[in-house]
């Protein structure tokens, strides 16, 4: 069975401060993708990153940078000078496949960036 | 790039009342698409996988006969919440991915979601 953990459910900053956000996951699969999303109080889902578990090299994308480390079944995600427009839920996810069919989702961490 | 839409976005009815959420792909066809619940402040959950032109496959704890499944054509699946009562009321959201680009990013579309809300 597949079990994704968000231990924080919530973390709140002020806007400039950089935030991590944790992530870590089992599964017996050894082959597995894991996802970020971004949920704002409108409720879409919006698709931050894939990774597969063959590739641990860290990514940066602007001001967002993930940490995926085998070892500790990690997958840690960190916004850098956040904004308020950061404020949401993020969810961390994972997948046997590619495509991110079937997903088993984390409980989710709220975000709140103050001004 | 590809889109699911998802219909309607939000609904509020009585209780005992039967309601019929859709969930189109656009611009690809969907062998399979996936429903998940997501209550007030909390994590989205599987509740099933619609297989076209073959019954859904349901997640444990989730009741079929309560969660109609739907997936007639290769564009369109439907998820029908039969006699609703207030404990269902929900966030419901579908998902998809192109089989012909499964490399895509997005992989999976989401659709916009429906909040169901039973008086």
């Known amino acids: 069975a597949q079990k994704v953990t968000q231990a924080q459910t919530e973390i709140s900053v002020v806007e400039k401060e950089d935030v991590t956000l944790d992530c870590v996951y089992e599964?017996?699969?050894?082959?597995?993708?894991l996802f970020w999303y971004k949920q704002p109080p409108s409720g879409e889902l919006v698709f931050l990153i894939r990774?597969?578990?063959?590739?641990?090299q860290n990514e940066i994308s602007g001001r967002y940078s993930w940490n995926f480390q085998k070892s500790t079944s990690s997958f840690n995600f960190t916004i850098t000078a956040s904004q308020v427009v950061d404020s949401a839920v993020y969810f961390c996810?994972?997948?046997?496949?590619?495509?991110?069919?079937?997903?088993?989702f984390g409980g989710g961490t709220r975000l709140m960036v103050k001004p | 790039g590809a889109v699911v839409s998802q219909h309607p976005s939000w609904v509020i009815c009585k209780s005992g009342t039967s309601v019929k959420i859709e969930c189109r792909s656009l611009?690809?066809?969907?062998?399979?698409m996936f429903w998940y619940r997501q209550f007030p402040k909390q994590s989205l959950m599987l509740m099933a996988t619609?297989?076209?032109?073959?019954?859904?496959?349901?997640e444990q704890g989730v009741e079929k006969d309560k969660f109609l499944i739907n997936h007639a054509s290769l564009t369109l699946s439907t998820l029908t919440v039969t006699s609703a009562h207030p404990e269902d009321s929900s966030f419901y959201i579908c998902?998809?991915?192109?089989?012909?680009?499964?490399?895509?990013?997005?992989?999976?579309?989401f659709g916009d979601g429906t909040r169901l809300s039973i008086l």
């Open positions: 990774r597969n578990s063959f590739d641990e």
């Open positions: 996810a994972l997948s046997a496949d590619n495509a991110g069919n079937m997903l088993t």
């Open positions: 611009d690809f066809q969907a062998t399979t």
């Open positions: 998902s998809a991915s192109d089989p012909v680009d499964p490399y895509s990013s997005p992989p999976q579309h």
């Open positions: 599964t017996r699969d050894t082959t597995y993708y």
């Open positions: 619609s297989n076209e032109g073959s019954k859904a496959t349901y």
